[in-house]
């Protein structure tokens, strides 16, 4: 799949994001809660999608429970969403998971099997009986037929048929995962397992019935700005290249929506660089064959959860996140952060640090500008206090990483970049080669990004990838090099 | 020489967030389909989002003065293909 095509599941969960948004800020948030789903879909209104308008409320009643915050698998069906609402309003933390399944919407795609289609041709040759290994096809009436219990799913078939008769019918979710961790269970709707789940979002992008949702916490932000308490906005490298603007007027925008500061997450990729340079040159002095990078919380999940022997090659440099958050609470330590993400493995990263409190996706950032009609395009221009490097405010496409570290390493030690552009079970298998053999054949730095093309590429990203790419390349052409930067100034 | 049709895509806050980054390949789209019988740019919001709960149809799209709400890349082509058989 390309990365970030169109989905008019995007537009749902954005405008449910907005409708929240704007409820919080009028004087009844519990009523005009409960009220979205009958907003959306007024009596009489077209029945867009589903069977009838009852089923269409009823997932969009489920989506703004995500919105709220909550798991729909653990939200009771009758429980109102202005119950739910003023829950949000009491909840002091997040919810440990940050994914859920919307169950009313999933039904809706078969359970992945092996399928004869019409093109069968009841042929002579019969090659699909003869190479099942399990007994499983037989002909009937002419025509093959594959008995389910038997059926392995294995796919040899499909392999076999002259006329490409016999297909496989995939599940998006299961097929998208790299870890199977999503499964369409005997009831019909997928589950997550969140001991192999590694938050890598790739589900969510992959539904096409847009059933997996991110647990919101934009009530959570919006209450602790209305409460008047300090709240510091810090954003990814990627959003940079998200919003139809330059960056100084983001920066603006994002105060116009009641932070008080505002800061790039690309500073504490700063100081990633710079350790992990260090940290690239001690290790090769002592005789390692190769390193990881560590930024990319997905990739860090998989190493905790299934990868335990890439643990010794992977670098021990904290991430972007991790600094910059440093850094906002030593300077503000009454302040409340929140982070500005582009993907899911970065909320739950984020749930793990203290001093991270929430995080935002682009779209529920997205939405907010909404809300409010900020036209961002419109904001002044002001600056961010501590400017990043080039190399940091890079470090949201794939090679970005590898690219900043290279540029702090002397030229005895020279690094040879091995780029993983996105976790899949190729490039899991492949990273499990090289931790196995103790060395990587192709080079020494292993970059890996869990996205296709890097946090440009995140589940909740709203901008086009080629599009923002540009934007964001141009940004990094007018900043410094980090080479030009004082090493004891980096990050403060 | 006929007029030229105009397209407008709004590359507004609001129509960028709910879509119309993905319609910014229309602007590389449409000139080479059309030639110069067809002129494209991103504009600024339309001012047509902020009216009551019209963000919700975004992103919007104006083809010479008729707006096409909800936009896709396959609506605004066959709108053009319509003005074109028309004129
Ligand atoms: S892709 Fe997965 S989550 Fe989406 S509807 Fe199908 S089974 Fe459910
Ligand atoms: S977030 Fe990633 S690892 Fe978790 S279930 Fe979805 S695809 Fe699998
Ligand atoms: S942003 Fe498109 S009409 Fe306002």
Redesign the interface.
Known sequence: MAINTPKQTSHLKREILVRLIRSFLSDNFEEKTRMIPFDMRPKGSEVPYRCCIYKERAILRDRTVAGLGFSIEETDDSTLLSELANKALDRKEPEEHPLTVLTTACKGCVPSRIYVTDLCQGCVARPCVNTCKFGAISIQNGKSVIDPEKCKNCGMCVQVCPYQAITKIIVPCESACPVGAIAKGEDGHAKIDFEKCISCGKCVAACPFGAVHEKSQIIDVLKAIKSGKKVIAMLAPAIMGQLPCTPKQLHEAVLKLGFSDVYEVAQGADVTTKNEAAEFVERLEHGAEFMTTSCCAGYNELIAKHLPEIKPFVSDTKTPLYYTAEIVKKEHPDAITVFFSPCVAKRREALQNPNVDYVLNYEEVGAWFIALNIQVDTCGESSFKTEASAEGRNFAQTGGVAKAVQALLPEEIPAHPVLIDGLNKQSIRDLKKYAKNGVCDIGNLIEVMACQGGCLGGNATVNNYKAATKQLNNYVKESKPIKDMETEKIGH | MDKKISVKVC????C????S??L??LIDIVPAKYGNKVEVSGV??LGL??ID?E??KAPYVKVDDDVIK?A?VEKVLTAIDNKLKES
């Open positions: 590359l507004g806050t609001t960028f967030v709910m879509g980054a993905n910014q390949e600024p919001c989002c902020s709960w963000f919700s909800e896709t």
